[in-house]
């Protein structure tokens, strides 16, 4: 039989894990009776399959009633498959759509797979026209539903894959038509990104594996009993042997043998197909599906399944990093260690995954632990010899965890190793003599273990198992009362034998566990809900504690929040233990000299513990890995608790300096230690700064305060430079906080004395810290090696370099690094509009506050410095590329902020214009180029820059223009016509310049002006709109006051052109030029202009119109506009309150989310 396989079911995956070591091939993977067969090819043919009843098959396909049957489950599975057989016998097309739209429902997916898709497209394309149309809003599916009639639906679905297999294993399996399709679709189906495909269809191949092992099993067993027929015929002598019996048996035999190998071969193309990719997917569920279902096969079919070669996927799913999987593993496991036959024949995978199978005793999950437990108790019941005494050993002290489930198991354990056959033999000496036996092991044991001084853990451990010989008190008080004892007991063995008596008797009259171990849940050691239930002391009404007279539970909290600290090195989880200690620690409580005696020994455990290692480490020579993970585990919990405490007092801050400092010179400290010291000695200085700023401070402390700044910023700077990016990134951020506290502002009010420690970074700092932001922010290699992380990894990674980014922006807008540094920010702006656009807009308009003057001459710079850039990687014919284009959108971008106050943006404006000019002739002309001086094309960039210009600084600029050329080119050059030079004087020249044939043509009659009323209420439109940063192709308000003249010869970009992506700002199109209708104008002659009047309708920008063009020609009505109505053109700048004063801004800046700082 050729089965049919889904094509490229074995290819690529790109959501799955990696293969483990060895699971290469996957033919070792396979038992010996199926290695030999032929793998799946990746055809499909529709073959044998009925064309009785097509019509009414197209006509009425039903693709829900076998799903709507099935989830309903009012009818017994049996008669719901054997009705569907029947169709199936009628019409194999008709009935296999069925059941094919059956598990297309139940991943639910409203598609449907018509006749014809099934017969003139391939499964691939079929799957793919459904993840197409799979577009459910939410998330859920039927197997991940939790309420009871889905429940029910999920058994049901498994039960009709049994049923199913089991009605048609003695002729429709065999086919050729129904498992070879079926197979190939759930194949295909399995290799899906959509994950309600993949987990549905492997529950539905893995059911059908099992069951089709059943089948193979059964095969197999009628086979034997047909061999065994055979040779007892055979063995007959010739008188009495039955040639037509041998004949038949012969032929059963061959049709047994055909049956078997068909059935290897559909379980060969699930296992390659299925199994081998999915027990390594990403989604847990589909994980544990694998393994559980393995674990069945095992034990069903052991002679073909329980191999090395199949153990091996469950010996590497032990170390799976989800609970529920590795529960599987260990559950697949106990099933086959339970027979010891079975256990026998696992002697090679036991030695191989032993030591992993004791390790999860361990295991941070108690139920994976108790399960692990069970399974070494199996082993040592079937196969003793396997388990060493270090093994038992590292069993035995889990009888007094704080779990009853894990202490049980435990229990059990320690009772079947070593009392159980003790207890058995000691029957022979009658009831006293063996519990004479019993007691003296359990007080052996007791005593030795040194692990517990209670004996009530030990019993409550062993009663499950061994409650009858704990209740022998009589045997015990016999024990206790002889004279002369076989073995002399002494002080320590009677006071323990007496414990254990008593905790006996408490245990059989009271019937509850000790302390500590109560069948409440805990939840200490989950991190995420520890960190939930650690914000709920602020919502406490705290007074109550000591009001109310509950003082033993403020302990019990006090407590638990150091047992959380000593516990959890997570962050979420110590910045929550860390707060809510800060809430209890209020002066003003009466219980507070409590809680800060709470809070001291914590923090003394922390700080001698740390005092040791850093002494260690400074000097060892070497550290093995658990002793950098305790050191880095301490200083990440010390940091975090400085954070919201003062640990001062305890004089942190000179060990970490030193740690610090000897990372910084030999490199030799571990990074995960590195980090936390930085962020101990950066709480130092804010604890120290706060305590000098609350008091009169002295001058010596003013200076030691300031050393320590000093030298922290010049060791973080040296870890800028750093080989490992998260100490680079810590470093930046520790320096941005810094700097910002540390800055003007600090000394300004009343605070005048603190002017000593006013910190400005030297200009090497600034160098590093705006290198930094181009090599970890604007970092598009970066960008592009991430497109493997996963979704939620890419936004965590985005958020984190929008934090950096604001960080240092924050540092411009206060002063603290001088505004020309912000070129290396806005020179960005256009090109990560995208991920950073908001942010990099605020410090715009922020930085023009500032200064005018200087933050245009830093857009300037900005512009100046791409241009340079281009010019050496690319040379000058670059000016003609994309990047060009780019530079001169940036610009573009960076004319919409002269928009605003126009009057008190002019002298900037003008003197950006003459520095840009002064730039465009600064280079000479290459030899042997006639593109003119190198930085010409520059002149393209500031004409982007000219509509915001009033008329009469564009007839300066202009005059100033042509001096520069007189001054700056040859006699030669000035007859030249660069393109670059024509664009921008055509940009400063007004239209009564050039030319007043266009202006006679198209002179609008004049209108009145609006209002001042009419004006405010355009103003407010425009406004109410939000951010201006619109696509070409939204329909804007009109601009009143304007005629326009649409050009016949003007060629426009498509709609396509127009458009741009969602969330950026407004492009204009780069393929038509500002200056082409100035050029119509020059040309009245060739054109003929056509005077189209304003109607009384709203005509958007959108209408296929340049917007430069349409502001260039309003001039010809309007000679200067007020700023404000600019703005409601359309123009690419929100509207800022101007009568909000300076110090306002910045304080809501400090606290601005929209740079991505959440507050405190």
């Known amino acids: 039989m050729q089965l049919q396989f889904f094509p490229g079911a074995a290819a690529g995956h790109v959501d799955q894990l990696q293969p483990l070591c060895g699971a290469g091939g996957c033919g070792d993977g396979l038992p010996a009776s199926l290695r030999g067969a032929r793998c799946p090819t990746a055809k499909r043919p529709r073959k044998d399959a009925s064309r009785d009843g097509d019509s009414l098959a197209e006509r009425n396909p039903e693709p829900s009633n076998l799903f709507e049957v099935v989830r309903l489950a009012k ?44 017969r003139k497209q391939q499964n691939s394309e079929i799957i793919q026209q459904l993840t197409e149309q799979f577009d459910e809003d939410s998330a859920e599916y039927p197997l991940v539903l939790t309420t009871q009639p889905w429940r029910k639906f999920q058994a049901g679905f498994c039960e009709l894959v049994t049923v199913l297999v089991r009605r048609c294993q003695y002729s429709i399996i065999y086919d050729e038509y129904l498992m070879d399709t079926l197979i190939s679709l759930l194949t295909g189906l399995s290799d899906s990104q959509v994950r309600a495909f993949r987990h549905t269809s492997t529950l539905a191949a893995m059911k059908l594996m099992t069951s089709l092992v059943r089948v193979a099993l059964g095969v197999s067993l009628h086979k034997d009993n047909n061999q065994r027929q055979y040779e007892a015929e055979r063995s007959k002598g010739p008188s009495r042997r039955a040639t037509d019996k041998l004949e038949a048996l012969l032929e059963k035999r061959r049709e047994l043998q055909e049956q078997q190998e068909e059935i290897e071969n559909m379980m060969n193309a699930i296992f390659k197909g299925v199994f081998v990719h999915r027990y390594r997917d990403l989604v847990p569920e589909i994980r544990a599906i694998c393994i559980e279902e393995m674990g069945n096969w095992m034990q069903s079919y052991s002679a073909s399944f329980l191999t090395d070669s199949y153990l091996k996927y469950i010996g590497w799913t032990l170390h799976d990093k989800q609970r529920e999987v590795r529960l599987k593993c260990l559950k697949a496991l106990q099933g086959l260690y339970r027979s010891r036959e079975m256990a026998a024949r696992m002697e090679l995978f036991t030695s191989r995954f032993k030591g ?81 036996d019993f007691f003296r092991l359990l007080l052996s044991f007791f005593i030795e273990s040194e692990l517990h001084e209670h004996a009530a853990y030990l019993v409550d451990s062993l009663w499950d198992c061994a409650a009858p010989l704990l209740k022998d008190w009589d045997g015990l008080t016999h024990l206790l009362l002889e004279e002369s004892p076989e073995e002399g007991w002494g002080d320590q063995q009677e006071n323990a034998l007496i414990e254990i008596l008593v905790s006996s008797m408490r245990q059989a009259t009271e019937g509850k566990p000790p302390v500590g171990r109560g069948p409440g849940k805990k939840f200490s050691a989950d991190a995420e809900k520890v960190a939930l239930l650690l914000a709920a002391p602020r919502y406490f009404n705290l007074s109550l504690y000591s009001s109310g007279r509950l003082e033993k539970y403020l302990e019990q909290l006090l407590a638990q929040l150091r047992e959380v600290v000593e516990k959890h090195t997570g ?123 609350g008091t009169i401070p002295v001058q010596k402390e003013l200076l030691a305060l300031k050393r320590k700044v000093a030298s922290f910023c010049s060791l973080c700077q040296s870890c800028l430079s750093d080989v490992d990016s998260r100490v680079q990134e810590q470093a930046f951020v520790l320096l941005s906080d810094l700097l910002l506290v540390f800055s003007p502002q600090l000394a300004q009010g009343e605070r005048e004395v603190l002017e000593l420690l006013v910190y400005r970074p030297e200009v090497a700092l600034q160098s590093q810290l705006a290198g930094f932001l181009m090599d970890h922010v604007f970092n598009h290699a970066e960008l592009v090696d991430s497109d493997e992380e996963d979704s939620e990894g890419k936004i965590e990674r985005l958020h984190q370099r929008r934090n950096l980014l604001a960080g240092f922006c924050k540092l411009i807008i206060y002063n603290v690094l001088e505004l020309s540094a912000a070129s290396d920010v806005f ?123 009033l008329r009469p600084d564009k007839k300066l600029l202009l005059s100033y223009l042509e001096q520069t050329c007189q001054a700056r080119l040859s006699p030669q050059q000035r007859g030249k016509r660069w393109n670059s030079l024509l664009m921008y004087r055509r940009s400063l020249r007004s239209l009564d310049d050039m030319g007043s044939n266009a202006s006679r043509i198209a002179a609008p009659r004049p209108r009145r002006r609006p209002s001042s009323a009419a004006k405010r209420r355009h103003l407010d439109d425009s406004s109410e709109r939000g951010d201006s940063s619109l696509p070409l192709s939204s329909r804007l308000e009109t601009p009143m006051l304007t005629s326009t003249a649409l050009k016949r010869g003007h060629q426009l970009g498509s709609p396509a052109q127009l458009q741009e992506e969602e969330g950026s700002e407004s492009d204009f199109v780069q393929s038509q030029p500002w200056f082409s209708s100035q050029r119509s104008r020059e040309s009245p002659g060739r054109q003929q202009q056509l005077l189209v ?60 989310t929209i740079l991505g700082i959440e507050d405190p």
């Open 356 to 436: 992993r199978m004791v390790s999860m005793v361990l295991d941070k999950e108690p139920d994976v632990g108790v399960e692990a437990i069970k399974l070494l108790t199996l082993i040592l019941q079937n196969m003793e010899e396997m388990l060493t005494d270090e093994d038992c050993e590292a069993v035995y002290p889990v009888v007094y965890a704080s779990n009853r489930a894990l202490a049980a198991a435990a229990g059990e354990f320690l009772y079947k190793k070593q009392f159980d056959l003790d207890w058995e033999a000691g029957k022979e000496k009658g009831r006293r003599g063996g519990s004479r």
């Open 827 to 949: 020179k960005h702006y256009a090109k990560f509009y995208k991920d950073y656009g908001d942010i990099i807009k605020e410090t715009l308009s922020r930085a023009r506050q500032i200064d005018r003057d200087e933050w245009a001459r830093t857009l300037l710079l900005s512009l100046q410095q791409l241009l340079t850039e281009l010019l050496l990687q690319q040379g000058p014919e670059a000016v003609y590329g994309k990047a060009f284009l780019e530079i001169r959108d940036l610009a573009r971008r960076f004319s919409v902020f002269f928009g605003l106050h126009q009057l008190h943006n002019r002298q900037a404006l003008v003197a950006l214009h003459k520095a840009g000019i002064k730039f465009a002739f600064q280079e000479p002309e290459p030899s042997g180029s006639e593109l003119g001086p190198l930085n010409l094309p520059f002149l393209e960039v500031l004409s982007e820059f000219s509509p915001r210009l």
């Open 75 to 118: 009818s017994a599975m049996e008669s719901v498959v054997d009705d569907w057989l029947e169709s199936y016998k009628q019409n194999k097309e008709a009935g296999f759509l069925e059941l094919v739209n059956f598990f297309i429902r139940s991943c639910g997916c409203k598609g449907v797979v018509t006749p014809e898709m099934f």
């Open 1093 to 1152: 009047p304003w109607r009384t309708s709203r005509l958007g920008l959108g209408s296929r119109m340049d917007r430069l063009s349409l502001m260039e020609e309003e001039e010809m009505v309007i000679q200067a506009e007020s700023s404000d109505e600019e703005d409601a053109q359309g123009l690419d700048m929100p509207l800022i309150r101007s009568h909000s004063s300076q110090g306002e801004q910045f304080r809501d800046l400090f606290d601005s």
């Open 571 to 693: 962050q979420e989880v110590l910045e929550a233990a860390a707060r809510a200690l800060y809430v209890l620690c209020n002066p003003e409580f009466t219980f507070y000299s409590r809680v800060d005696l709470a809070r001291s020994r914590l923090v003394d455990t922390l700080a001698d513990k740390f005092q040791q290692e850093v002494s260690e480490l400074l000097q060892a020579s070497y550290l093995d890995e658990d002793e950098v993970y305790s050191m880095a585990a301490t200083l990440k919990r010390i940091s975090i608790l400085h954070n919201a405490h003062d640990l001062t007092p305890w004089q942190l801050y000179e060990p970490c300096s030193r740690l610090l400092q000897q990372a910084v010179d030999t490199g030799e400290v571990p990074k995960q230690v590195v980090i936390p010291t930085m962020t101990c000695l950066h709480f130092g200085i804010l604890w120290e700064l706060a305590r000098v700023s």
